[in-house]
């Protein structure tokens, strides 16, 4: 079978996070019966990923999204004024959100290779990226596939440009 050539080349690797509703079983067989399930759409072999990080807690624990997220942070290694200022930003956020009574969901947390801590949060049909390096976030804003009319830009670190963001996303 010949392989058809593309002027623009097909992606090689796709990373896809999977989220599952709170209280559902999960364990350490749910990837291979996934695997079952699209092998035959899936004409590649499955390969093996290293572990970066991982977490494992058992008992009863006091839930804290500013903690978990913090601890995160400090597991990626982030550079000391690009950690502190994403610690900062994001108490900020969390005091806004606790005083205006807004939903609050845990952000993705990701290290760029150029070294910008990133969050990420989806809410209903929108998505808000926030990359903060050095004493910087600027964000994007998504609600559509539309880069033109549904994706906007800007920067973020005063209380009300953070409270406008938020609102933004929760509503």
């Known amino acids: 079978m010949t392989r058809r050539q593309y002027c623009n080349p097909p992606i090689e690797e796709a990373v896809c996070e999977f989220r599952f509703a709170p209280g559902q079983a999960w364990n350490f067989t749910v990837p291979d019966l996934f695997y079952e399930k699209v092998r035959n759409l899936y004409t590649g072999e499955p390969q093996q990923q290293n572990l970066i990080a991982t977490e494992f807690r058992f008992g009863q624990m006091p839930y804290s999204p500013t903690h978990k997220t ?3 942070i400090a597991e990626l290694g982030a550079d000391n004024e690009t950690y502190k200022y994403a610690i900062e930003w994001l108490k900020q956020l969390r005091t806004i959100v ?5 939903w609050w969901g845990e952000p993705l947390v990701n290290l760029s290779f150029d070294s910008e801590i990133v969050f990420e949060w989806w809410h209903g049909t929108k998505k808000l990226t926030v990359y903060i390096l050095g004493n910087t976030a600027e964000y994007i804003k998504v609600w559509g596939t539309d880069i033109d009319n549904e994706m906007e830009d800007g920067t973020s670190s005063s209380p009300g440009e953070l409270t406008a963001l938020w609102k933004w996303l929760v509503s």
Do not use: D, F, G, L
């Open 70 to 72: 913090h601890t995160r």
């Open 98 to 102: 606790a005083v205006n009574k807004m």
